[in-house]
């Protein structure tokens, strides 16, 4: 088979993995018309997809990932970690294979798997889902994927891969995508503190409902938007005072307000003040020199050395 065909390689394709994200796109598939061979660790839940299905997609239920993985030449993985992946496909024949491996993990993970299957004859691709299992096959939900490695083994699928939800190649490195998962991850998990603290502040407060402080919210952290693109702007040219509006000194002066105040309301600051902290750090090290800066330059200090 080779990269043009466009028959059997575009409709079939054998899924390892029927977790909730991995039923979530077998779904998908079979809605679309795809064929599928699915396997997964408890049998019982591949039977069970198989069954639900009827006349909506052809599937067939792998007795093991060697008979899964030899049905078809795109081979989707969706497992629970990285080790579940080595473990469901040791020993197993990966000659000519293209393997996605859509299994959350780190860039070294990624990096490892790729030479790992490289060796084995196959081609790969890694990918970090950008969304929760009821954003697969929702186009307008907002849920994407991003995919790194090989880019002829996803330009070759990419209309398969792009059923369950939108591609976004992130580049030949094979750690790239597992790395822009995690950061906006990350991201997001910086913004749900932030958002924890707030209610936290105000939950029990006579007069102030969640409810009503939740629009509030929303819209605030909105405005606040503008702090990404700044942020890039200065890392990228490393000037941290030019067109500063609210310099690090003021910033770290105002902090003391807020951390007062979760006192005074019985929070705890845990959740905000490793970032007081990291402000007050830049400040302390150099204060003629960082005093007028953005708060962008504390980011330099979260980069270890070696």
Not at 185 to 196: R, T
């Amino acid at each position: 088979m080779n990269d043009t065909d466009t028959t059997v390689a575009q409709r079939s394709l054998t899924l390892l993995g029927l977790g909730d994200m991995g039923s979530a796109l077998a779904r998908t598939w079979l809605a679309a018309g795809h064929s599928l061979t699915i396997w997964n660790r408890t049998a019982s839940k591949a039977h069970s997809l198989a069954a639900e299905q009827g006349a909506a997609g052809a599937v067939t239920v792998a007795a093991s990932p060697a008979e899964a993985v030899a049905a078809n030449r795109l081979v989707v993985v969706c497992l629970l970690d990285d080790a579940s992946v080595g473990s469901a496909l040791d020993g197993v024949d990966l000659t000519g294979k293209d393997l996605v491996n859509l299994t959350t993990g780190t860039p070294a993970e990624a990096r490892r798997r790729a030479a790992w299957s490289e060796a084995r004859g196959a081609r790969f691709v890694d990918g970090g889902i950008m969304g929760t299992p009821v954003m697969i096959g929702a186009p307008e939900a907002g849920g994407y994927v991003f995919y790194s490695g090989s880019r002829a083994l996803f330009d070759t699928h990419r209309a398969v891969l792009e059923v369950p939800a939108v591609g976004r190649f992130v580049g030949e490195d094979p750690g790239h995508a597992a790395l822009h998962d995690v950061a906006l991850l990350s991201a997001m998990y910086g913004l749900f503190a932030g958002i924890s603290h707030a209610f936290a502040l105000v939950e029990g407060e006579e007069g102030i409902a969640p409810k009503d402080l939740a629009p509030l919210l929303s819209e605030w952290l909105g405005a606040m938007g503008f702090f990404v693109g700044n942020a890039a702007e200065r890392l990228t040219s490393r000037d941290f005072t030019t067109g500063v509006v609210s310099n690090l000194a003021m910033q770290v002066a105002g902090s003391g307000t807020l951390l007062r105040t979760a006192e005074e309301q019985g929070v705890s600051a845990e959740l905000i003040a490793p970032y007081f902290a990291l402000m007050r750090r830049r400040l302390a090290a150099d204060e003629a020199a960082h005093a007028a800066e953005d708060t962008a330059g504390a980011i330099t200090l979260l980069k270890r050395a070696g």
